[in-house]
């Protein structure tokens, strides 16, 4: 048996769970319906044949039909619930990981137009920044009733099979209440703890006479809210103590901080750039003073931080969530002595983000997650050998090779640059991004572990190519910056690409023009602010950077909120002259037709890319495919068969930015679902 301490059993009342790592609970928006369908259960089962000791599901599941999806909950109020999350934990404990899931009432995380149109509701009419809805201030009936709906989605869950649950109190109701920042109310509910507590233990104890004292109910609570008029840490560890002394809980799994605001939630949940485990010690702290199991996750991405968390006694099981969305065999891999294997998490958020923004969860750089029921984890060998010939080492060509490779066959990667990364290799220059690069990096290994070959700094040409005599040509090229967006004045601007490539210096008054709405505008604009000039960043949109989402765009406030920037939305950069030596901007808006005139020293454009698509177009002519895409055979997991040139030799295809500008995801899922059917 491995003396590993992530490896050891843990026993948690009468479960003993096989290691240490769990997923904690969080909601990749895949229901259907409010069901956790086969896709759902996919998810998770993918993790559980990956070894994880414990998931923990939902994030969480709703109790109440006044409790309306914020991010496409399970709905735990409805009774065909319960074969959907038996289906989930058969197959789970087929593997040997336990399950459990996250139960709630979101209170005022929430709106009241989702759902059926009930008012959202709250010990108090103070609305949640981050939802916007006004909510009633609760009454007694509405606690008796939500009472209720927790012990009969407790039932639920015991009936399907489940190891446990879990009661959610940060944000949430019942933290609501506790938290003298969100509650005004008046009576026995409000002023002393013990008040603030009481809804909460009423929900505990109906709970415990519905499921009895052997099944297992934990929270998932802040311990110190980290706001002034919150839950101070002081009344955090009496709140601890006193869920420790009902005798009802079994386990607490400690959360640090708030969540209203989009700059908060980044605080409990820290993206890259942010410092990692950074509440692990506080957690640490609730353990050593409680007594009690204690569970945590917060920004642990790699196996060594998640080793010391258990061999240091911080933890009991460490949670390591989004570094199951990018790998979910993590567990296998350890115990196999393959952790270089394992798929780094870089902190890229794109999975949460997407969710906040009323998506589903998709990791960065593994196309497979979320996407179980059609894309491979694990690529299958492929029954005949072939030469494939990528060029481009971007994200897109490393993947296509990486899967190629797996598939057993013949890989050859041109290259212009003198190294691979393409666009995130750019993005790897900001300090802050510079975790970005490992998405590079752990495909090169891939790479070599499985003897693809690399010519590097070749800008190679029709003729290069078919001198390889492929089966298969994948130009993942990639796109420069498209600038050529203005009625006259091109010839004058620069690229976000150029200042963050240091390839050109920023000036002193700078406009950034931002139509693209994506990452390249605010980096540069991070570039130019940290330069001491100021900086002015204008899009057309009602809302500026909307691809960068939410939680990734608080680092980039953070960075720019306290230097010399101004945004401004819903204007269009028309033209820009020569002003002497300055840049006069010619300025409209798509709302009227008012123009006005502004001068800069310098003017930035964001707006995407061209693809370079010059050798795609050369070796069409000479593909047996002439570049055709069969739609229907991608999409339903199908090889490419198309012929439509009998004297082309071999099949060709484009991918990523080389095709439309997108993003990194993107051209990562292009190369996965064509490369794996090869």
Not at 57 to 71: E, I, K, L, Q
Not at 167 to 181: I, M, R, T, V
Not at 392 to 409: D, I, N, Q, Y
Not at 612 to 622: G, I
């Amino acid at each position: 048996m491995s003396n590993d301490p992530l490896l050891q059993p843990y026993t948690l009342k009468h479960l003993t769970l096989k290691n240490r790592i769990m997923t904690t609970a969080h909601e990749p928006a895949y229901p259907e319906d409010g069901m956790p369908t086969e896709r759902y259960r996919a998810y998770h089962e993918e993790r559980a044949k990956g070894g994880v000791g414990l998931t923990m599901t939902a994030g969480s599941a709703v109790v109440s039909r006044d409790s309306p999806p914020a991010f496409n909950n399970i709905l735990a109020y409805k009774d065909e619930v319960v074969p959907w999350m038996k289906a989930l934990t058969d197959a789970c404990h087929e593997h040997g990981t336990a399950v459990m899931i996250q139960l709630t009432h979101l209170g005022r995380r929430s709106h009241w137009a989702n759902g059926d149109w009930l008012p959202v509701l709250t010990a108090s009419h103070i609305r949640e920044p981050a939802h916007r809805a006004f909510p009633k201030k609760i009454e007694d009936w509405d606690m008796e009733r939500i009472i209720e709906d927790y012990a009969d989605a407790a039932e639920r869950m015991q009936a399907a099979g489940l190891d446990g649950i879990e009661l959610e109190a940060y944000g949430h109701l019942l933290d609501q209440f506790w938290s003298p920042a969100t509650n005004t109310l008046e009576g026995d509910h409000n002023g002393a703890l013990e008040n603030r507590m009481r809804f909460s233990l009423d929900v505990l104890s109906a709970i415990r006479k519905r499921v009895g004292a052997e099944f297992i109910v934990g929270f998932r609570y802040t311990a110190d809210e980290s706001m002034p008029g919150g839950i101070d840490e002081e009344e955090g560890m009496e709140i601890s103590r006193r869920l420790r002394d009902t005798g009802q809980v079994d386990f607490l799994n400690v959360i640090r901080g708030h969540i209203e605001t989009d700059a908060a939630l980044t605080g409990v949940i820290p993206i890259q750039g942010m410092k990692s485990a950074p509440h692990l010690d506080f957690a640490g702290r609730v353990r050593a003073e409680i007594g009690m199991p204690t569970f945590h996750a917060a920004r642990i991405p790699d196996v060594a931080t998640a080793r010391h968390a258990v061999s240091a006694g911080l933890l009991d099981l460490v949670g390591m969530t989004r570094a199951h969305m990018t790998d979910p065999h993590i567990v296998r891999k350890i115990t196999e002595g393959r952790e270089d294997d394992i798929r780094p998490c870089v902190g890229a958020n794109y999975c949460l983000d997407r969710i906040y923004q009323a998506g589903d969860a998709f990791c960065i750089h593994n196309a497979a997650t979320g996407r179980e029921l059609s894309m491979p984890h694990e690529i299958p060998k492929a029954a005949t050998r072939k030469k494939v010939v990528i060029v481009g080492a971007g994200p897109g060509g490393l993947e296509a090779a990486r899967v190629a490779a797996e598939r057993g066959h013949d890989v050859t990667v041109f290259e212009a640059a003198a190294d691979p990364g393409g666009q995130v290799r750019l993005t790897a220059q900001n300090q802050r991004r510079r975790e970005m690069i490992s998405i590079i990096d752990w495909r090169m290994a891939q790479c070599a572990a499985r003897d693809v070959e690399f010519r590097f700094n070749t800008w190679a040409e029709a003729g290069d190519v078919i001198a390889e005599n492929p089966d298969v040509v994948v130009i993942a090229t990639g796109g420069l910056p498209d600038t050529e967006v203005l009625e006259t004045g091109n010839d004058l601007v620069v690229s976000s690409w150029d200042i963050i490539s240091g390839d050109v210096k920023p000036g002193q008054n700078v406009l950034i023009y931002d139509d693209a709405g994506d990452h390249p505008a605010l980096q540069a604009a991070e570039t130019i602010a940290a330069s001491g000039a100021h900086v002015e960043i204008m899009t057309p949109d009602r809302s500026f950077s909307p691809d960068v989402m939410t939680m990734n765009l608080t680092p980039y406030m953070r960075a720019l909120q306290d230097k010399d920037t101004t945004f401004t939305v819903t204007y269009r950069l028309k033209a820009v002259e020569r002003d002497g030596n300055r840049l006069r901007a010619v300025i409209g808006t798509d709302y009227s037709d008012h123009r006005e005139s502004r001068t800069f020293d310098q003017i930035v454009v964001n707006h995407g890319t061209i693809p370079l698509d010059e050798l795609y177009f050369d070796l069409k002519p000479q593909s047996a495919n002439l570049g055709a895409v069969d739609h229907d055979a991608l999409l339903s997991g199908r090889p490419q068969t198309l012929q439509r040139n009998d004297n082309g030799t071999f099949q060709l295809f484009r991918i990523g930015d080389a095709v439309s500008a997108r993003n990194t995801h993107a051209a990562i899922y292009d190369a996965l679902r064509l490369v794996k059917e090869i």
